[in-house]
């Protein structure tokens, strides 16, 4: 079978080969700001899981020389995406947003924004706005779903309902928005099925994309108590690799898979030690999946 990869989809769209850099626009959460709660969701690092972001106290433009020259020993062009990570970057006043948004839209080594959010973090004025960008440069919205099982989402904390997921989907699409959707492997407590069923409702949901991400246990978050405490095991190298080729062939064709698994900073990365080693993690899955005759590729893009 053949499966939509990133790689695949980018060259499509922009004519070759992007990288995606790492930015930080300085936002906060409404799960960490005491809105809905001050705990944020137990995985979530003190970065807010934008370790790899240069300091918000640059500015935008200063960011992206940072982060491109961090990558020119692998990548030597000069398209980039600009994805705002940390934390939650439509949870801001509007007029910030834009202004942020715009200068990396105006630098032009920059293609396109992915921005990295909540979905209960979207309202009028914030889809306004991403529909004004999505004029200029494409946009790309990225919703923190991580699984669909309540029992799951209240023990990490994620505080929304799977509905407002549903409604942030169906909004985002209604202005002809991209949106990419992640899910994370391994958390505590969930069964295979459990994350199969995840996984094929993300299918079902009407997103263009999806990231699957391997569970990390970082310092200093209540993950890390938890685990530490003996109370749930992370999965293997075998078992996750595993996992992930039944994730692709459960997903729809037409979805672009943008990302396959993921890699925590290593000065903060507790278990599993093995995904420190990205380079055999990626060729371990890329092997099981020729071995399954699981395909990179577009032959049945229309």
Not at 32 to 60: H, Y
Not at 162 to 175: H, I, R, T
Request: some cysteine; charged content about 25%; glycine content about 6%.
């Amino acid at each position: 079978m053949y499966f939509y990869s990133a790689n695949e989809y980018y060259k499509s769209r922009f004519g070759g080969k992007v990288y995606k850099i790492s930015l930080n626009a300085g936002t906060s959460c409404p799960n960490r700001d005491g809105k809905l709660s001050t705990d944020g969701c137990i995985f979530c690092s003190e970065s807010g899981s934008g370790d790899f972001s240069p300091e918000s106290t640059l500015s935008v433009d200063e960011q992206i020389e940072t982060a491109v020259l961090r990558v020119r020993d692998k990548f030597r062009e000069n398209r980039f995406i600009a994805y705002f990570q940390s934390f939650t970057n439509t949870y801001a006043p509007v007029e910030y947003l834009e202004r942020i948004f715009t200068q990396a839209l105006n630098n032009n080594k920059i293609v396109a924004l992915s921005i990295a959010t909540r979905p209960d973090c979207l309202g009028d004025d914030i889809m306004s706005l991403l529909k004004k960008l999505d004029s200029v440069k494409p946009v790309f919205v990225e919703l923190g779903l991580q699984t669909v099982h309540k029992s799951t989402a209240d023990f990490i904390n994620r505080c929304y309902e799977l509905s407002v997921f549903d409604e942030a989907v169906q909004k985002l699409k209604a202005a002809d928005i991209n949106v990419i959707v992640h899910v994370i492997l391994g958390l505590p407590f969930e069964n295979e099925e459990m994350m199969y069923q995840t996984v094929s409702y993300v299918g079902k949901s009407g997103a263009d994309g999806i990231k699957l991400q391997l569970l990390h246990v970082l310092k200093s978050t209540r993950l890390a108590d938890i685990y530490q405490s003996g109370a749930f095991e992370v999965l293997t190298l075998e078992k996750y690799t595993d996992i992930v080729c039944n994730c692709v062939e459960l997903i729809p064709r037409h979805m672009v898979i943008h990302r396959l698994t993921g890699d925590g900073a290593k000065r903060l990365l507790i278990a599993p030690k093995w995904s420190g080693n990205k380079k055999l993690v990626l060729n371990t899955i890329n092997k099981a999946m020729r071995d399954r005759n699981i395909i990179q590729g577009s032959k049945f893009i229309p």
